[in-house]
């Protein structure tokens, strides 16, 4: 059963019809959220879901919102709002002249997967319900066999039948070869792996996680496979190499999936090595879980809270445990069935009472350098409560809950004492760089705003201004550069505030007074050679050469040249290019410090960049910090070459591009055809190897050796000129070549025709 096969047809007829967004939307809906690119699922699917909801195909809207709920819920574990929108999907998918969509069958798996991360031990009945009748309906020829069966196993796993999971899961992957004569490539392997891990069998289960491979569910598949084979080593006893195995917290940020089995991990790391007990990971358990609470997945976050209270009584850290314990009271109501909960609540209450009435007495009277006190956040809330007028005391315990992850405590307390002293600029740095920092920006600018219509002291308007330009930076940077420009009207020599303004002017196309502040930093800085690097971009667009160039010597740069334009040949650097909605990177050529000219050649149904000049920040994104296998210096993901953003074009060409296709004609006359084109002005780049072959068209047993060429034409040269250079060089090869892009843009029906027969008889696809 080919579940994709009507999408392909539908996204050819909208691109056909003029409808290619929606087209374009159906195939990138997919792609982003196999690789954890949600921001980009959000970006698209509202666009989506109209667009669809206009076609007389209802097929379409079940399979966008199918995709949605794929994202929301398997990836991100958002069931926040999702589980009625499961159930009306499951409606709406089998009615009549929907039924018959395969993705109908999917909306089960995205019942199951609501119902499974809701609480997935009070569902388990549900779950295996749903589940057996819908792998009754299908076969192992259905792609949504392993996607059903998956939900299947797992809610075999929640329910503690693991050795039935483990049976389950070799009985479903012997169907699927007896009836597609393959390997089985799903997500079932992780659920094989859990049901190991909880029978105690580790080293089964990190043989089984490393040996996993699905290509075809992009990276989120590859970060989950990383995740388990760190928790098994883990579970071995061996530390060591979990931590070198274990995902970074900025790849498990890209999706919520990754949450739990991270979380548990290092719960077990923090038990065992009591150096990795610390305050930084209690705050990022706090982070990860509030993400859970947040999006519903209630039986998770209350395990995690309880890990949580164990590590902090492991150190003491009875503030901590308290929290906890509030935080799973308020969840147990939530779950479907308390299943115990309960009573580990219970259990956890009195290890709390025990550690408090254990605790040794600390003095209530602190004086203001409580920061000699070595004080947990137990003690400091004692005494922040007992002298609520103490401002340095209460920015200790501010500081200590924000670092622990407590922020909306750290947020109270400040606020409470800013109440107490309007104009405390500590204070109120402490409490706006909270709420920048974790995105609060209302409320930030429900606390600065009406501050600025008072009669304020110099210092405290100055830190209004600053931080209200912080928040606009990403937002509208306009706005932020009219906020540093009140504070610089007060404080004309505030240099972070200058070098902001600077770089925003750069971004808006304000070359001028971009130069000009940076050469009044010049100025006032010590050490200025990041200044230097800074003022080459409006210097290098407004053909300031002798700036350029006096920078250049003031970073140590020795220049070929002693005057003019900076046109030398630096090697290869990567550019990352903004492109409505995508973003690419560009392999080019850097001419100077800040320049660089795009040498990379597209696919033919992309716009060109080839020729682009640029000038681009001279920040790298990268660090060539690693070593490839011959020992050479790469970046984290393996490229030689450094990456830089490209802040403006400086000179466009407008090539058309077309691909020639077909039959190798050898060598001899191919280098021929290259040399005449490229004496009309155009470029000839080969894109295919040696196993790129077609068959013979009278014996297809016989290969031929092929190739796929790219012809780049810039609006300078005719294309007429091309095309009869091309049938010039070409009308004597035994098996003819095709060049179709060309010739449908000259309008040349009778040659069009022509070489649909020959892209036919030789299979050319």
């Known amino acids: 059963m080919d579940i994709w096969a009507w999408v392909y047809d539908e996204m050819e007829r909208l691109q056909a019809s003029g409808q290619g ?31 669809a909801r206009k076609q007389p195909n209802k097929w379409i809207e079940i399979y966008l919102r199918h995709w949605y709920l794929q994202s929301q819920v398997l990836s991100r574990k958002n069931v926040r709002g999702m589980l009625s929108e499961s159930v009306d999907l ?44 819908t792998l009754a309906r299908i076969d192992a020829s259905w792609p949504c066999f392993f996607c059903i069966g998956s939900e299947y196993v797992s809610a075999l796993s929640d329910a503690g039948r693991h050795e039935e999971t483990l049976l389950e899961c070799d009985r479903l992957r012997t169907i699927y070869f007896q009836q597609n004569l393959k390997e089985a490539g799903s997500d079932l392997v992780f659920n094989q792996v859990r049901a190991l891990i909880d029978l105690g069998r580790y080293e089964e289960a990190e043989s089984i996680a490393r040996a996993a491979e699905n290509p075809g569910l992009g990276s989120g598949f590859q970060r989950k496979r990383q995740s388990y084979i760190a928790l098994s080593l883990a579970f071995q006893g061996k530390y060591e190499l979990a931590i070198q195995e274990m995902l970074p917290l900025s790849e498990v940020l890209k999706a919520q999936g990754h949450f739990f089995n ?17 305050p930084e990971l209690n705050q990022q358990l ?31 850290d009875l503030f901590t445990v308290k929290r906890c314990i509030n935080s799973i009271q308020a969840l147990i109501p939530e779950l479907y069935k308390d299943l115990g909960a309960s009573e580990d609540l219970a259990d956890l209450n009195a290890r709390f009472d025990q550690a408090v009435a254990a605790r040794p007495v600390v003095p209530i009277g602190l004086d203001a350098n409580t ?12 005494a922040f409560e007992a002298q609520p007028d103490q401002p340095e005391l209460g920015i200790l315990y501010g500081q200590a809950l924000e670092e622990n992850g407590f922020l909306d405590e750290a947020q109270a307390v400040y606020q409470r004492l800013l109440k107490q002293n309007p104009e405390h600029t500590e204070v109120l740095h402490e409490l706006c760089a909270l709420l920048l920092q974790d995105q609060r920006f209302q409320e930030l600018d429900r606390l600065l705003l009406p501050m600025l219509e008072n009669d304020l002291d110099r210092d405290t308007r100055l830190a209004c201004f600053w931080y209200l330009a912080l928040r606009q930076l990403e ?12 504070l610089l009207a007060l404080s004309p020599q505030a240099k972070r505030s200058l070098h902001i303004a600077a770089n925003i002017e750069v971004e808006l196309g304000r070359y001028e007074s971009a130069l000009s502040r940076y050469n009044q930093l010049l100025e006032l800085t010590e050490e200025p050679q990041e200044i230097h690097w800074r003022r080459m971009l409006p210097a290098t667009l407004l053909g300031h050469w002798d700036l350029v160039r006096e920078s250049c010597a003031a970073v140590g740069i020795n220049l070929d040249t002693d005057s003019g334009p900076i046109e030398e040949n630096w090697g290869v650097i990567r550019i990352q290019i903004q492109e409505q909605e995508e973003t690419s990177i560009i392999y080019a050529a850097q001419t100077g410090p800040v320049t660089a000219e795009l040498i990379s050649i597209r696919p033919v149904e992309k716009k060109q960049v080839y020729g682009w000049q640029v000038v681009f920040d001279p920040q790298p994104l990268n660090r060539l910090d690693q070593k490839d296998e011959d020992g050479d210096p790469c970046d984290a993901e393996g490229s030689p070459y450094y990456l830089f953003r490209s802040v403006a074009i400086q000179q466009k060409v407008d090539y058309f591009a077309f691909a020639i296709d077909g039959v190798f004609p050898g060598d001899e006359i191919w ?31 016989v290969d031929l050796p092929a190739i796929y060429a790219i012809v780049l034409v ?14 010039a060089q070409l009308e004597q090869v035994e098996h003819p070549l095709i060049w179709p892009l060309l010739v449908a843009e000259l309008g040349d029906a009778e040659t069009l025709a022509l070489h649909a027969d020959i892209e036919a008889r030789y299979q050319i696809e």
Not at 94 to 117: E, I, M
Not at 286 to 292: D, E, R
Not at 475 to 486: I, R
């Open 714 to 727: 810039p609006p300078t040269v005719d294309l007429m000129l091309v095309h009869h250079a091309l049938k």
């Open 21 to 51: 967004r929606l087209a374009q939307i159906m195939e990138n809906i997919s792609s982003y959220t196999c690789d954890d690119q949600h921001h980009k699922v959000d970006a698209i699917y509202p666009e989506g879901l109209a667009l």
């Open 286 to 316: 706090n982070q990860l879980c509030s993400g859970l609470i947040q999006n519903g997945a209630i039986r998770h976050s209350i395990q995690i809270r309880h890990w949580q209270a164990e590590l902090a009584l492991q150190r003491s």
């Open 475 to 486: 937002v509208s940077p306009q706005d932020a550069l009219a906020w540093l420009e009140k």
């Open 371 to 382: 920061s000699d006190l070595e004080l947990n956040l137990f003690d400091l809330e004692i």
């Open 262 to 278: 991270w979380c548990e991990l290092n719960y077990l790391l923090a038990s065992h090595l009591p150096e990795r007990n610390h």
């Open 671 to 701: 280098d021929e055809l290259v040399t005449v084109l490229e004496s009309l002005g155009v470029v000839v780049s080969r894109r295919s190897g040696d196993q790129y072959v077609l068959p013979h068209p009278e014996d297809e047993d």
């Open 90 to 133: 499951l409606d709406f998918a089998h009615q009549p002249g929907n039924s018959s969509c395969p993705q109908s069958v999917c909306t089960v798996q995205d019942l199951c997967c609501t119902y499974s991360l809701r609480d997935g031990k009070g569902f388990v009945q549900e779950r295996i319900a749903v589940c057996q009748e």
